[in-house]
């Protein structure tokens, strides 16, 4: 067992370092233990509040990078109420996440716009200003702009191959670079010399955790506030319903045929917007009315990606609404926005911001699976529950 | 005015009375059930039948409750005829109600045990006190009687309920078979009276005693609920009182009071545990607060000493206590200071009345056993099985089914854990008194932010406002001795205040002239205690009491539920009159602290004081054999005969006085002993201030800042001129105390100055000798020089400006707290430390806001409102790592600087710190000369070596030698605000006995007989108060060698009496006879 050989050294400037991501107020917490007591998703292998921000507040940066507990903190809200300081811990595992996401990410981009608001607008304007560029180039020296004389309906069909390249790249890229940080995690949190090694056959037996977590979301059914899994899951689905009809289906979508409304290519559409908007409206509703803990303290970056959402997916139909009322030059400017707002937010916020969650926290759900089930198979009286 | 015979004795009785009356006034007592002083005449339920003959006409048999005394009838109360028509009732009665408590007691003493008749398991015995009391008394006749015959019935108007009740439950309270009659007229519950002395855990009626030992011991009537005063009806008490002391027409007075000086003492409120919702105190019924617990296992408790729960009245077997309720949170960030100590107090309570196997388990964030003895105490409430958890329980469960209650807390190793107890403690804190702002608005006072009364360190028991003072918890959460301390200090400020005017408004005590007993028969009077049920609870008292009227010369024998009562002493007063008693017993505690009060009872009552003796039957009896009622019963018993036996022979003694030396010594010039030369010297004394060192100040020459932002130094300056003006205060610098000999009021002390010697004479000893820093021996102290204490940091971070930043580099601090405190050796608290070490990281963080900060440490004791400054500590970010005894902090030497590795209790882990510097709170030790100093005075040392006071709780600056008294760090570690209390309180404490002018001296000390002492000197040497010496003189021709007693240094010990080989010493009150009568009274030899 590593633990008590040799002893992490304290790193006293761990916590200034966090709070560039963030707060992380511990308000004179007198570490009583309240938070982790309220918290309905602790068990005895992953405690939280408490012992995260013991790890902070001691400056123990390895044990802290190497925890998976913030992620299995889904935000709700109970420490802070419950909170006799009013230290506000779920602002601080907030933060602890954004702090985490930066070690995560190896580029160094995700920690500067984590850590700068400045880097983090900047770069969602850099790239729709790109966007606007492409358009511009496209329409000047490739198909002419379209002034008068459109026929089609859309008068999309001119845009292939160009519009798949394109949105291959917005798509595919962002995803893969998240996923080149999923050894980066491993080796954080379960690699290491001083943690036992854990047999990959359990890697193996415990993978459907990744699969059901991503899918379900089922984690967030144990948490006390019931009404945001069903909002949060019906986003998902339909962000994950337009990707893949993005990634998959472009063409069968990006057409001037008219279709009857009956027509999957339309209610699919449709439902996968539903979606989209019911749950990006359930979030942004419940963060304006701010009424309970878990939507207090609402900072610009926690909204950027679900406005994003919104704004995407507003656009998107209001071009196909215009199509379909055969309002062409409008459904195309419109259409010119809907890319302009949907590239930086699947470039941007995908792999740097918040979206990244997507990955990491199924990831997380999976290896504390993992750990768990390690520290069963693991022979009497070696307990692994808190290995670091 | 008629008269008639009653059971052929004569009896003269006014007009109109109803023949039970004159028959109880002819000494007689019939059974009565439908009959009520208060209410009208009945006649319904027979029982008081009696055979009346009136002259001429044959006897027949009449209810004397509404019968009248008619002049020249006779009146037969117990012949064959009545007593079987009450017989016949009875069987009735008993066929009707057979379950009444009531009716079962009056059949069983009219000799009935079963009834011949079928029985009807009714609930009413139709007597009509409720209709009656309802009507007649209430005013309102809700209820009455419907129907004649078998079908009369109790009922409201129309069987219906309605607004006329108003549901005072009076019918319910008078019904002798328990019924709830008010249910019959209204469908409201009846809500009693709460008694607020038992915490609202039981009721009281609206006239009542307020409790047991209140002073004064009288009724009073609840302006709120009485219904005479609110409604003009009902006005029972007045006519049951027989001492006519009911005054319905007192009203509320406005005094006017000329005073000098006001001294503030209206206490705390305790948190209204309602305020913490999820711990469910006043929604689950088995969460009750500590105050109501101490209620509970109080002996005049709701439940007589019980300890039972709430919801069903069953014993528990899993008792929770939950600390920090309504204390250090964010509303109020103070600690209570007393919690975690009374939450001890009544776990070992509890596991003394119910058992070993009693699960206790407190839980608690820091166990804040920072005074005398207190950690002492915390340690053996674990070895008696008291769990102490470390988690804030933020809510309580209820299990439906059974009331139980369920915690869930986190262990410290993070593991979430459950358990289930019967009933949850909830340690309240406390909070400043109610409507505190018009108080001080009052009085013109400031608060603090807490809202507590505003005091400064250096002015403790004094307000914001000239000649206001306060005292207790008003001015900061505090226990018993300390609330005690900071009254007497208030006291000692007033009094220097008023000097001019003390004693100007006394009445001295005048005691009736002594009755001369010599030559009578002893009379013997004994008095057993019950003690509430400390005694009763054990031992048989009546079978005890009954007891002593057997024995020989005892006149009186009877028993008092608290015999220290105020109204007990008037009755003892009586019965030593009524009587003529000559010697008085009481049974019941110790003489250590009762036997004052019961002396000064016989001089009230005209009788010397030493004809008095008590028998132990509580400390030494009914505490030590709680287990074994009949035979403490027994030993009661053989303790009484043997207090009789010695009771006999006891002699009246002479009261004596001595003049008193109006000049005070105060020992060591520290903090403590400055304070108190001069707050004797503002009260108009002369002081003698002795200090060993060269210069005053003490340990307070080494403070060069507070948490506050007070400054030492000058306070320290400011100390040493008012003293060098004061001509009252004489200053020995460089001294040693070589001897000193007398007593109280007058003793005479040499002291030894650069080889001269100089005597004094004064009346009190004050010692405040001080306490030294322990110099540690661990942690690398001494072998690097990176490795100070708080208090060389504190030097440092005052003198030396580049300690925080050599060659400009952030510096890492690492203290390390408890550094020979609580450990094997010095298992004490050192009080201080946890303050000091936050003061100085406080500090640090000041002058350098990037040095790190890490506090090492095993329960941060920051009591008071010093909480605050260990959460603004925490807020500037310095670290806070606890660690365990057995797993102490490492420190290893690294490059220039050091390596520290702790072992984090919560993450289960040990982690290493780079420090540059490594301070250690070393904690306070006494002197090691005490010992010596403590001879001189002969006064006891605790096993610590820190001076014993008479008292912890009530005593705390007083020692067992009258006339010596104690302050500062030589009774115990404590901080500057202390110090100067206590050292204003021993300044107080002193000056009631410099401000008489003589004083009164026990009679029981020794006595030489001339005659028989052959002068052999044995008693001089064992005199452990050195009161014996030896005298020669000139007697038929020759040199007669005897030994002579000091008065006033003669403590009685006995010790002379003793070890003298002829009968040539022996102590009043214990001499031969007496204690040769003792032994065979206790042997059963006579």
Known sequence: MAVGILPVQSDPTLLEDIRRYGKFDTEGCYQCGTCTLSCDLCTDFANFPRRSMRYALLGLRAPLQGSLEPWICHDCGDCSIACPRHAEPRISMHTLRRFLSAQYEWTGMGGRLLRSRAWHLGSLAFAAVFVVALILCYHLWYVGLPVSGLTTAMGLEHMFPIMTYFTLTVMLFPFLLLLTRVFRVWRFTMGGEDRPSIPFSVYVEEAWTYAYQSVTHSMMKKCPEKGRWLGHWLMALGVVMMLTI???????????????????????????????????????????????????????????????????????????????????????????????IATPMLVVEMPFGSWAHMIYRPLALYFQAVKERAAQLAPAGEAIGHVV | MPTLTINNAQIEVEEGTKLLHAVEKAGVKLPTLCHH????????????????????????????????????????????????????????????????????????????????????????????????????????????????????????????????????????????????????????????????????????????????????????????TCVHLNYDDCGIC?????????????????????????????????????????????????????????????????????????????????????????????????????????????????????????????????????????????????????????????????????????????????????????????????????????????????????????????????????????????????????????????????????????????????????????????????????????????????????????????????????????????????????????????????????EPLFRNTMREAGLNAYLFEMANIRDQCSWVHMQEPERATEKSKDLVRMAVAKARLLE????????????????????????????????????????????????????????????????????????????????????????????????????????????????????????????????LYGQHKRVITQRELEERLVTDDAFLKPNGKQKTVVMIQCVGSRDKERPYCSRVCCAEAIKNALKIKELSPGTHVYVLYRDIRTYGFKEEYYTRARQLGVAFVRYEEDRKPEVAPNGQGLQVTVFDQTLGMPFTIAADAVVLSAGIQPHEDNKQLAQLIKVPLNSEGFFLEAHMKLRPVDFMTDGAFLCGLAHSPKNIEETILQAQAAAARASTILSRDRIELEGNISHVVDASCDGCAYCVDTCPYKAISMVEYMWQGGVKKVVETNDSGCKGCGCCQATCPKNGIFVYGFTLAEIEAQIHAALGVS
Not at chain 2, 246 to 272: M, S, W
């Open chain 2, 652 to 779: 009246p003694l002479a009261q004596r006085s001595i003049p008193v030396n109006k000049s005070g010594l105060v020992i060591g010039g520290g903090l403590a002993g400055m304070t108190a030369a001069l707050s004797l010297a503002h009260q108009g004394f002369n002081v003698h201030l002795v200090e060993k060192q060269n210069e005053l100040g003490g340990n307070l020459k080494h403070l060069h800042y507070l948490l506050g932002g007070d400054q030492p130094q000058a306070e320290l300056n400011r100390l040493r001129l008012e003293i060098s003006r004061n001509d009252r205060i004489c200053v020995y610098t460089g001294a040693k105390l070589e001897k000193i000999d007398g007593s109280i009021g007058d003793f005479t002390t040499t002291i030894a100055l650069d080889g001269q010697t100089a005597t004094v004479k004064h009346g009190t000893i004050i010692v405040a000798t001080g306490a030294r820093e322990h110099h540690p021996t661990e942690y």
């Open chain 1, 246 to 340: 993005k990634v998959f289906a472009l063409r069968w979508f990006q057409t001037d045929n008219i279709y009857a409304f009956y027509n999957p290519q339309r209610w699919l559409g449709y439902l996968a917007a539903g979606f989209i908007f019911y749950g990006v409206g359930d979030i942004l509703v419940k963060r304006v009315k701010a009424n309970k803990e878990i939507y207090k303290e609402t900072h610009l970056e926690d909204v950027i990606f679900p406005v994003l959402l919104l704004l995407t997916a507003l656009s998107g139909m209001g071009a196909h609404i215009l199509r379909y009322s055969g309002l062409a030059y409008a459904a195309l400017i419109a259409y010119a926005v809907h890319v302009i």
């Open chain 2, 238 to 594: 007045e006519e049951v009182c027989e001492a006519d002391a009911i005054d319905f027409n007192q009203k509320a007075t406005t005094v006017e009071l000329n005073v000098g000086a006001v001294i503030l003492a209206p206490g705390y409120r305790t948190y209204d545990a309602k305020g913490s919702k999820d711990l469910g105190y006043g929604r689950l019924p088995n969460v009750v607060n500590a105050m109501e617990f101490e209620r509970i296992l109080s002996a005049s408790g709701p439940f007589s000493g019980h300890v039972l729960r709430p919801s069903d009245g069953q014993t528990p077997k899993r008792i929770g206590f939950i600390q920090c309720v309504g204390s250090r949170d964010s509303e109020r960030d103070y600690c209570s200071s007393v919690c975690c100590m009374y939450a001890t107090k009544e776990a070992l309570m509890a596991k003394e009345h119910l058992g070993e196997n009693l699960q206790c388990d407190i839980f608690f964030m820091d166990l804040r056993a920072f005074s005398k003895g207190f950690e002492q105490y915390y340690n053996r409430a674990r070895e008696q099985g008291v769990e102490y958890i470390r988690c804030r329980i933020p809510k309580i469960e209820e299990v439906p089914e059974t009331k139980n209650l369920i915690i869930n807390y986190l262990a410290e190793n993070d593991k979430k854990i459950s358990r289930e107890y019967d009933l949850v403690v909830l340690s309240v804190g406390m909070q400043p008194p109610k409507e505190v702002k018009a108080f001080s608005e009052k009085f013109g006072i400031a608060l603090n932010p807490h809202d507590f009364c505003h005091t400064s360190v250096f002015k403790p028991a004094e307000t914001s406002r000239e000649a206001i003072f306060v005292a207790g918890p008003f001015a900061e959460p505090k226990d018993i001795p300390e609330t005690v301390m900071q009254a007497s200090a208030a006291a000692g400020q007033v009094l220097s205040l008023l000097k001019d005017a003390r004693g100007t408004q006394m009445t001295p005590k005048v005691y009736p002239p002594e009755r001369d007993v010599t030559g009578e028969e002893p009379r013997i009077g004994v008095f057993v205690c019950h003690c509430g049920t400390n005694i009763a609870g054990v031992v048989n008292v009546p079978s005890v009491m009954e007891y002593a009227k057997t024995l020989p010369n005892v006149v009186y024998a009877g028993a008092n539920l608290y015999t220290c009562s105020n109204d007990t002493q008037e009755a003892i007063k009586a019965t030593i009159n009524e009587h003529h008693l000559n010697r008085v017993i009481v049974a019941s505690c110790t003489p250590r602290t009762h």
């Open chain 2, 37 to 224: 002083k208060a209410l009208t005449p009945y006649g319904a339920c027979r029982l008081c039948v009696v055979e009346v003959a009136t002259p001429g006409r044959p006897a027949s048999v009449q209810a004397a409750c509404s019968y009248p005394a008619l002049d020249g009838i006779s009146v037969t109360t117990h012949s064959e005829r009545v007593l079987r028509a009450r017989r016949i009732v009875a069987e009735l009665l008993l066929a009707r109600c057979p379950e009444s408590e009531v009716v079962k007691r009056i059949a069983a003493e009219l000799g009935v045990k079963e009834t011949r008749i079928t029985k009807k398991n009714d609930d009413c015995i139709y007597c009509g006190l409720c209709v009656r009391m309802c009507e007649e008394r209430m005013g309102r006749a809700a209820i009455g009687f419907t129907g004649r015959g078998p079908k009369k019935k109790l009922q409201a108007p129309f069987g219906k309920h309605n607004s006329v009740c108003w549901t005072c439950g009076a019918c319910n309270f008078i019904c002798p078979t328990g019924k709830q009659v008010s249910s019959l007229a209204t469908a409201g519950t009846f809500d009693p009276i709460r008694n607020i002395f038992n915490m609202d855990l039981d009721s009281r009626s609206a006239t009542y005693i307020p409790y047991p030992q209140a002073v004064p011991n009288k009724a009073i009537i609840d302006r709120d």
